[in-house]
């Protein structure tokens, strides 16, 4: 799988657009981008994937550069409860071994 | 409500005993997974079961070992053979092979006096 290059922190006002970006330069042709959280000593939350396209579901939205080397996950307006550290994550989702590789992703504070 | 069920939530253990958690999903799906944590770090796999009765070993499977004959459990048996047992442990399920799609479980944290 790619190896993704994260933020270690980032702050966010309130109220305001989030946007936590993850490089994953040497991704392949098919491996998806994952994004999850983790608020405080839970277990992770998945937020949304994508392969090519940009993607929103009612929590985020992922947007993909079109050479695919790197994605942003936008929270639209952030909340106090968004506070958590944020993972990116290149899969490839195919027959074989399987791994799904947490690294130390963005911690995100959200700021009143 | 479906979901993941972890216990115990908080574990003490002195050091050279076997401690077992626990792992129950009531989702009907296929795949679960163990997962360690440790303070400031990312996930790292243990084990992982696709199906029934099959199990494969993640990155750091040493000193640990799993089960699955029913499809709704998994539990992880941290041995005395794992020399830094002490962690947080987090259990996951997926509906299918080949996600990357997981439920996440509220998480066991061990701790070794």
């Known amino acids: 799988d790619a190896k993704t290059t994260q933020p270690t922190s980032m702050d966010c006002a309130e109220g305001r657009a989030a946007n936590l970006p993850c490089n994953h330069s040497t991704i392949s042709g098919n491996e998806y981008v994952y994004w999850y959280r983790q608020i405080h000593s839970q277990g992770p939350q998945y937020i949304i994937h994508g392969l090519k396209n940009n993607e929103t579901n009612e929590m985020a939205s992922l947007i993909i550069t079109e050479d695919r080397k790197s994605s942003t996950l936008i929270l639209p307006h952030a909340t106090l409860r968004d506070t958590a550290v944020y993972y990116c994550?290149?899969?490839?989702?195919?027959?074989?071994?399987?791994?799904?590789?947490f690294g130390k992703g963005t911690k995100l504070s959200v700021i009143p | 409500d479906g979901g993941i069920t972890q216990s115990p939530k908080y574990l003490f253990r002195k050091e050279g005993q076997n401690v077992t958690l626990s792992c129950e999903q009531n989702?009907?799906?296929?795949?679960m997974y163990w997962y360690r944590q440790d303070p400031g770090q990312g996930l790292r796999l243990i084990y992982y079961s696709q199906i029934v009765n099959d199990f494969q070993k993640g990155d750091i499977a040493e000193g640990y070992s799993v089960s699955r004959e029913k499809k709704e459990s998994f539990p992880l048996t941290v041995t005395s053979a794992q020399k830094n047992p002490t962690a947080f442990y987090l259990c996951a399920s997926s509906v299918r092979q080949f996600t990357g799609e997981l439920f996440f479980g509220e998480g066991s944290r061990l701790t070794v006096l």
């Open positions: 994550i290149v899969l490839y989702s195919g027959a074989g071994s399987y791994q799904l590789t």
């Open positions: 989702l009907n799906h296929d795949a």
